[in-house]
């Protein structure tokens, strides 16, 4: 994947256990990968940065704040993955990963976390299908269609 079209990671975890699984998984999608040991080191980069996901190894009340900034950019907001001891959803991320963090682990969360990531990517670029079309039937009747998406016809 070329560097234009490739997705941006950021790993917020001093945990090795957490980063190797995390970082194999990540090569799997081709998706780049930045590491910040602390969430204070980490804010800097997201607000200067442009990442699709952010996985943060949750610990504490800096991982809330860091969690608020990361919410309250102007900008796009990434793909938010937390990791914890218990595996629950922290308010404000949208996928949780329970330690220990294995390979299989983190290929299934980052497999619905990257469908969410082309997702976000996409609905700003699609655009409105409408086309009236002629279409003629075997015996030779035109009929007025419109075609209002790739699966959808309607008769006019």
Not at 46 to 56: E, L, P, Y
Not at 61 to 75: G, M, Q, R, S, Y
């Amino acid at each position: 994947m070329t560097p234009e079209l490739e997705f941006e990671c950021m790993l917020v975890s001093s945990d090795a256990l957490v980063y190797g699984p995390i970082n194999r998984a990540l090569r799997n999608f081709s998706i780049a990968l930045k590491l910040c040991l602390t969430p204070c080191g980490a804010k800097d980069a997201v607000q200067s940065g442009h990442h699709d996901m952010v996985i943060i190894d949750w610990g504490g009340e800096t991982c809330v704040d860091f969690l608020h900034d990361i919410w309250a950019l102007k900008k796009t907001k990434p793909t938010i993955i937390i990791i914890s001891e218990e595996g629950c959803l922290v308010r404000g991320g949208h996928f949780a990963l329970t330690k220990p963090v294995t390979d299989w682990s983190a290929n299934e969360v980052l497999k619905t976390a990257y469908a969410h990531m082309l997702l976000d990517h996409r609905i700003p670029l699609r655009l409105p299908v409408y086309e009236p079309v002629e279409a003629k039937d075997e015996s030779g009747n035109a009929h007025k269609l419109i075609i209002t998406d790739t699966a959808r016809v309607a008769s006019v």
